[in-house]
């Protein structure tokens, strides 16, 4: 007589594969924008590529360009959608529109730091507001809505007379 044997043992090998995750958000750390006057170091920021360009290559890389950083020395610095020529005194042909909310977002620095998938930015309404950055007592939040309908968040963590630290995370 003979009986089937089936194992119940965890350490089987198993030829489960776990299944991928796809990621839906871009996260990039510790971008710098330079101080407007500063011509070296860039203000032009793309969410595809986490590259950030200077006045110079603004033009040649406009279908990839979607927020732009206003700096001074002083505290009246702000984020402005690349199209925004009076803002950022760079004119770029064919530049990208994007929706910008510098103030009152309601978004703290820890709930920034729990975006961790497109749909976390669901709830969150971006409303062109044409304001400064209230305050520069960091982190601070700032969000955007790029003309392709994918919204991101910019975390203000330090600055000085040269550039602005920040973190970047946007949905695919």
Same mark, same amino acid.
């Given at each position: 007589?003979?009986?089937?044997?089936?194992?119940?043992?965890?350490?089987?090998?198993s030829t489960?594969?776990?299944?991928?995750?796809?990621e839906?958000?871009?996260?990039y750390?510790?971008?710098?924008f330079?101080?407007?006057?500063?011509?070296d170091?860039?203000?032009?920021?793309?969410s595809? =590529? /986490? $590259?950030? %360009?200077?006045?110079?290559e603004a *033009?040649?890389?406009? #279908?990839? &360009? @979607?927020?732009?950083?206003?700096?001074?020395?002083?505290?009246?610095?702000?984020f402005t959608?690349p199209?925004d020529?009076?803002?950022?005194?760079?004119?770029?042909?064919?530049?990208?529109?994007t929706?910008?909310?510098?103030a009152?977002?309601g978004? =703290? /620095? $820890?709930? %920034?730091?729990?975006?961790?998938e *497109?749909?976390?930015? #669901?709830s &969150? @309404?971006v409303?062109?507001?044409?304001?400064?950055?209230?305050?520069?007592?960091?982190?601070?939040?700032?969000?955007?809505?790029?003309?392709?309908?994918?919204?991101?968040a910019?975390?203000?963590?330090?600055?000085?007379?040269t550039r602005?630290?920040?973190?970047?995370?946007?949905?695919?």
């Open positions: 007589m003979s009986f089937p044997f089936i194992s119940c043992s965890s350490d089987d090998d489960q594969e776990e299944p991928e995750v796809e839906t958000i871009l996260s750390q510790d971008v710098e330079g101080q407007t006057t500063d011509a170091m860039g203000i032009f920021f793309s595809s =590529t /986490g $590259e950030v %360009f200077n006045s110079e *033009a040649s890389n406009a #279908d990839v &360009i @979607e927020l732009a950083y206003v700096g001074s020395e002083s505290t009246f610095i702000y959608s199209d020529s009076s803002s950022t005194e760079v004119d770029i042909p064919n530049a990208r529109s929706k910008v909310m510098n009152k977002t978004v =703290t /620095g $820890e709930m %920034f730091d729990d975006i961790d *497109a749909d976390d930015f #669901d &969150i @309404e409303v062109n507001d044409n304001e400064a950055i209230g305050t520069l007592e960091f982190p601070v939040v700032v969000l955007f809505e790029t003309q392709d309908g994918k919204k991101g910019v975390k203000l963590k330090a600055i000085n007379a602005l630290l920040v973190d970047i995370k946007v949905v695919k």
